[in-house]
């Protein structure tokens, strides 16, 4: 196999991964991005609620959204890196409109703005209940047009390469990556950055309301290049997640709740004002944690989010995507309350990042859920995930340009993939046992409530696994599938890792152990020196 150069390579075909590659190459870039499903299947794609960014001035204001943020995640988050989100926010919502992204509007042909858990302005913009599928469909028309851009699709990261690993120089700096074709052969791509635009790691536990493709490669993949990670132990559980036999990771949006939706049990009787003043529309830590214990405490399978109350016709119309998905698992969200239980949902920690996606690594770039910047603290607010992926794509972009201009020069030739001493794999069933295995620790041990005990239990089976796999992973030819078990090992114990080494609660972090906060939030850093 030769070797493929080019200036830039990116990972992941999300929001982050397109709209930095479309800034990039509109710069003069070239740039080659690989995915490893289609470039149509990403978590960005099937985001419901909406990008959050102050547009109404007259009732609401960036202290406002500031202040949300900032409430909701506990007090973790970065102050000036949250006014730099919220104050982008504007600009990046016309940036769309001008892309072609058909945003709703309401009867005065302005945006028409949702209201999601923990907001206290209705800030949210949104094309129906499909905003990821929108804004992906505004940048691909683009992005697919572009000569500068090249899309690999099923083609899977291995690793990343760096000068230091090869001894090809005494500076450390990214150089390119291992990328797995659909035929199993290894390619060398050489660049002169790397972006990392993998998205969360939902695959790590047993439910998640995120799509399959999600086992956090990027993470363990920068992880192992050098890069420490951040607040890993905030995983967020989305509340309310569809819960029925045939319909599996089907997220029943928040927005549902912003237009009047009510949480209630079996019954019929509300219980989220006994846990907070904003009921059900709470910041999410606090309803998926309600939920979580009036199930232990009723023994139910689910509560219900129940949107009878509204109109028919408002309902088809605002949400005329999960009303049909509703229908079609037999449930008329007009008439019949919808069985809803929490899941796994989005990574607030990550890769440690400037807000314009730098790492610690020369060459490295993150974009997205995989960056930590300092946005989320430990509880993420609703539809601040798609605000930061858009405003920080931008910058990135900008980033990559400037190392590209300053540092260009020439990259030594890295040596090609070795199989040499690897033979085909004989028992696929090792790959199936432990992942199953780690998913369904983590979300019994590692879930929405932690002890200090399930921690410790996790982490002694998890070690088990990982020597099992390393040997594995050494000595046998690697699939896609036995990659991402690699990754979700590692990101399984770094999340471990994290939330042990975090001695209260605090927002999505609550163990039994610890029940209180520190007066100071500190993050959580855990580097690859103490795993690898
Ligand atoms: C939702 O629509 O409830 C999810 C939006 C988000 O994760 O911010």
Not at 8 to 28: F, H, Q, R, W
Not at 266 to 279: P, V
Not at 436 to 441: G, L, N, S, T, V
């Amino acid at each position: 196999m030769n070797r493929i150069y080019t200036d830039t390579l990116i990972v992941g075909s999300g929001l982050s991964g397109l709209s930095t590659a479309l800034s990039v190459a509109e710069k003069g870039g070239q740039v080659i991005l690989v995915t490893k499903e289609s470039i149509d299947t990403s978590n960005s794609a099937s985001a419901q609620g909406g990008i959050a960014s102050v547009v109404d001035f007259s009732t609401d204001s960036f202290e406002k959204h500031i202040k949300d943020t900032i409430t909701a995640g506990c007090y973790l988050n970065k102050p000036e890196v949250v006014k730099f989100f919220v104050e982008n926010g504007p600009e990046s919502i016309n940036h769309f409109k001008n892309l072609g992204c058909r945003f709703s509007k309401n009867g005065y042909g302005h945006l028409d703005l949702g209201k999601e858990g923990g907001h206290t302005a209705r800030r949210v913009v949104h094309a129906g209940d499909m905003t990821g599928y929108e804004l992906i469909r505004s940048l691909k028309q683009a992005v697919l047009k572009h000569p500068g851009i090249s899309i690999l699709e099923h083609h899977t990261a291995v690793d990343l390469i760096s000068t230091s690993k090869f001894m090809l120089s005494d500076k450390n700096r990214i150089i390119g990556a291992y990328i797995l074709d659909p035929h199993g052969n290894i390619l060398t791509v050489v660049s002169q950055t790397v972006l990392l635009a993998t998205g969360g790691c939902g695959k790590v536990y047993l439910y998640t309301s995120n799509p399959l493709v999600t086992s956090g490669d990027g993470v363990a993949i920068g992880f192992r290049a050098g890069v420490p990670t951040v607040n890993m132990e905030m995983i967020q559980f989305h509340p309310t997640i569809l819960y029925h036999e045939k319909a599996t990771s089907v997220l029943i949006s928040e927005a549902l709740r912003g237009e009047g939706g009510v949480l209630v049990t079996k019954n019929g009787a509300e219980f989220m004002e006994q846990y907070h003043h904003q009921g059900s529309l709470a910041p999410r830590d606090i309803v998926a944690r309600a939920i979580d214990h009036e199930l232990k405490k009723s023994g139910d399978d689910c509560v219900f989010l129940d949107m009878t109350k509204l109109k028919k016709e408002f309902l088809q119309t605002r949400f005329p995507n999960l009303y049909k998905i509703c229908l079609k698992a037999g449930i008329d969200m007009s008439t019949d309350p919808i069985p809803v239980v929490p899941a796994a949902h989005y990574m607030c920690g990550g890769l440690k990042s400037t807000p314009s996606g730098k790492t610690v690594i020369p060459g490295l770039f993150v974009s997205g859920e995989i960056a930590h910047t300092g946005l989320h603290g430990a509880n993420r607010l609703a539809s601040n995930s798609l605000l930061e992926a858009t405003v920080m794509s931008k910058y990135v972009a900008k980033e990559i340009m400037t190392y590209f201009k300053e540092k260009k020069e020439q990259i030594p030739d890295p040596p090609l993939w070795s199989e040499d001493t690897v033979t085909n794999r004989d028992e696929n069933v090792i790959v199936k046992q432990n992942w199953d295995e780690i998913r369904r620790f983590m979300w019994n041990y590692v879930g929405i409530v932690r002890s200090n005990k399930r921690l410790d239990r996790a982490l002694a089976r998890l070690e088990l696994i990982r020597h099992e796999i390393s040997e594995y992973y050494w000595n046998f030819k690697i699939s896609k599938d036995l990659l991402e078990l690699r990754n979700i090992t590692l990101v399984a114990e770094i999340i471990i890792k994290s939330a042990i080494k975090r001695k209260e609660s605090r927002g999505l972090h609550f163990n039994i152990d610890h029940p209180s906060s520190f007066d100071t939030a500190t993050d959580t850093e855990i580097f690859p020196e103490e795993i690898l």
